[in-house]
T-cell receptor, first 114, second 112 residues
Framework: EAGVVQSPRYKIIEKKQPVAFWCNPI?????LYWYRQNLGQGPELLIR????????DSQLPKDRFSAERLKGVDSTLKIQPAELGDSAVYLC????????????FGSGTRLTVV | SQQGEEDPQALSIQEGENATMNCSYKTSINNLQWYRQNSGRGLVHLILIRSNEREKHSGRLRVTLDTSKKSSSLLITASRAADTASYFC????????????FGKGTTLSVSS
């Protein structure tokens, strides 16, 4: 089966520009997560979806970040406008549900804001 | 916020040696998981240990959990160059409605 697919793999943008990341989770996985990983750090949760509902977005900087998961499958994460401090790897993961399940991660999108 | 703290931050060993990484966390958990991340890639799940378990094995991996000390350790026996990666512990907190919280990771380098 295909894993979690993310695109693009790399993105370089100028500050104040918008950027969007896309994630296709494993088929049948109800729960989807967006994490941000700064260099040399562990992933930090931005938002968690149960099907199409965002059930935990407390760590999402809502002034510039937005996310959606239409029809409870694919998800997009957007930043507008981007700031220099947003440079990081954005990881998408999915799991069957929020129970005792391991997460499957995508390869991530490495964002560089210049 | 990051609940887990791995120790050491970096570890360099020779092939064939054992590697031990430690993780400490702060709150009560349902389970603790270990993940590996190769450079430039996503995280891969290695092993999960539930709060009522004390030790678990998977191939060359051995994980222990001490809930009284809020700590876990990951032992990789007979390390190979291919084990070179970053290793993260992640906690599934008992607090309802939380996702996995990851530590800062241990970077393991295995030289041949």
């Amino acid at each position: 089966e295909a894993g979690v697919v993310q695109s693009p793999r790399y993105k370089i943008i100028e500050k104040k520009q918008p950027v969007a990341f896309w994630c296709n989770p494993i088929s049948g996985h109800n729960t989807l997560y967006w994490y941000r990983q700064n260099l040399g750090q562990g992933p930090e949760l931005l938002i968690r979806y149960e099907n199409e509902e965002a059930v935990d977005d407390s760590q999402l900087p809502k002034d510039r970040f937005s996310a959606e998961r239409l029809k409870g499958v694919d998800s997009t994460l957007k930043i507008q406008p981007a700031e220099l401090g947003d440079s990081a790897v954005y990881l998408c993961a999915s799991s069957l549900d929020r129970g005792v399940r391991p997460y499957t991660f995508g390869s991530g999108t490495r964002l560089t804001v210049v | 916020s990051q609940q887990g703290e791995e120790d050491p931050q970096a570890l360099s060993i020779q092939e064939g040696e054992n590697a031990t990484m430690n993780c400490s966390y702060k709150t009560s958990i349902n389970n603790l998981q270990w993940y590996r991340q190769n450079s430039g890639r996503g995280l891969v799940h290695l092993i999960l240990i539930r709060s009522n378990e004390r030790e678990k094995h998977s191939g060359r991996l051995r994980v222990t959990l001490d809930t009284s000390k809020k700590s876990s350790s990951l032992l990789i026996t007979a390390s190979r160059a291919a084990d070179t990666a970053s290793y993260f512990c992640a906690t599934d907190a008992k607090q309802a409605g939380t996702a996995l919280i990851f530590g800062k990771g241990t970077t393991l380098s295995v030289s041949s």
